[in-house]
């Protein structure tokens, strides 16, 4: 069965459509159970692939019924490892 753009169904196994009422761009449609747009998950597509389990990559909640792709864990600590070196060299001398 193929789903409209603008609606979302839980699985392949049902024919229950529901319309996506909030923020319909984010249901794609089509024929596999995966039809939301890319980091977004569950329901109506409402949520955001929070931990990358369906997408492969962390994605976090950036508006109403919006998600961000969040950047690699590494660049935050190496930002905090550069600053941290950079200070202690300043106030030395």
Not at 19 to 39: D, R
């Amino acid at each position: 069965m193929n789903v409209t753009a603008g609606f979302w169904r839980r699985h392949n196994l049902t024919d229950a459509i529901e319309p996506c009422e909030n923020l319909p761009a984010n249901c794609l449609g089509g024929t596999t159970q995966f039809t939301c747009y890319e980091g977004h998950i569950g329901a109506l597509c409402e949520s955001c692939d929070n931990y990358g389990d369906t997408w492969g990559h962390k994605w976090a909640n950036t508006g109403p019924f919006q998600c961000g792709k969040c950047q690699d864990d590494a660049y935050p600590i190496a930002m905090v490892v550069v600053v941290t070196i950079y200070a202690t060299v300043m106030t030395a001398m």
